[in-house]
């Protein structure tokens, strides 16, 4: 019933930036919270950046000064903007989403997009 397309995945140098995007799409009543989670080979998911409304973000620690996260509310899609990128951001990384559905509006569910590859190195 809610459908998330990532975007932007791939290659990029240490240094360099790149930026990803999810978009929501389905029988969407509100979204109360939006983030990114990342999972390496051997690794625990863990939660990259958050963003809840109106605005409130939070950050992993070892990602704060590089990266940004925002959220486009009338689109339903969330971003996050990587720079300075390090070998260790190296992972698959999930778009996550909040969100009531049409007709139930007394719950909120959870929605993982499908995984796009984010990889770091020269």
């Known amino acids: 019933q809610v459908q998330l397309e990532e975007s932007g995945g791939g290659l990029v140098h240490p240094g360099g930036s790149l930026r990803l995007s999810c978009e929501a799409s389905?029988?969407?009543?509100?979204?109360?919270?939006m983030a990114w989670y990342r999972q390496s080979p051997g690794k625990q998911r863990e939660l990259v950046a958050g963003?809840?409304?109106?605005?409130?973000?939070d950050y992993h620690d070892s990602v704060k000064g590089r990266f940004t996260i925002s959220a486009d509310n009338d689109k339903n899609v969330v971003t996050l903007q990587m720079n300075s990128m390090k070998p260790e951001d190296t992972a698959v990384y999930y778009c996550?989403?909040?969100?009531?559905?049409?007709?139930?509006?007394?719950?909120?569910?959870?929605?993982w997009g499908q995984g796009t590859q984010v990889t770091v190195s020269s």
């Open positions: 389905g029988n969407i009543l509100s979204i109360n919270y």
């Open positions: 996550y989403f909040q969100a009531k559905l049409i007709g139930q509006s007394s719950i909120w569910s959870s929605y």
């Open positions: 963003i809840r409304r109106p605005m409130y973000t």
